[in-house]
């Protein structure tokens, strides 16, 4: 990914030229389509080399912190509206593990499942079962039997 970003920058210098000396609406579109996927792209490799999942117990709450350089974003799930805690099975690690936008979006594709509301919230991507079961066990003991029995 490293690789295809330097040649996606690279080749866009071209036709940041191109519309300089020649504007050319196709290409500005382009443009913009290539805008989305260089920060799409770049976001999944800052959050690979520098990102880091952190799951808290605050009360009978789960908060969830997605941190990158200085950069950080959290969810806070109210545990009066949390059911069916479990682990959820991933076969391979795939490359939405890394692919979902942990700055914009919750994680869809987590070792760790919970309903809350009308949702069923996924964390902990990249996780086996063994280790997914072991914070279940941990996160048991802080949090309401209510949550964790559902």
């Known amino acids: 990914m490293s690789f295809w970003l330097l040649m996606w920058t690279w080749g866009a210098g071209s036709l940041f030229r191109e519309i300089f000396t020649q504007f050319k609406f196709p290409l500005l579109l382009f443009l913009c389509i290539w ?22 117990i605050l009360g009978a709450d789960i908060e969830v912190r997605h941190q990158a350089l200085g950069f950080s974003r959290r969810w806070l799930y109210q ?32 070792s760790i499942t919970f309903d809350y ?32 029995e559902h």
């Open 79 to 110: 545990g009066s509206q949390i059911r069916n805690l479990a682990v959820t099975a991933q076969p391979g690690q795939s490359s939405e593990a890394v692919s979902s936008m942990p700055f914009f979006e919750a994680a869809r594709n987590g």
């Open 35 to 56: 805008a989305i996927a260089w920060i799409s792209a770049a976001g999944t490799l800052l959050w690979m080399f520098a990102g880091s999942e952190t799951i808290t």
């Open 117 to 148: 509301g009308l949702r069923t919230i996924s964390i902990a991507s990249g996780l086996d079962g063994g280790e997914a079961r072991m914070i279940i066990e941990r996160m048991a003991r802080k949090i309401p039997r209510s949550i964790s």
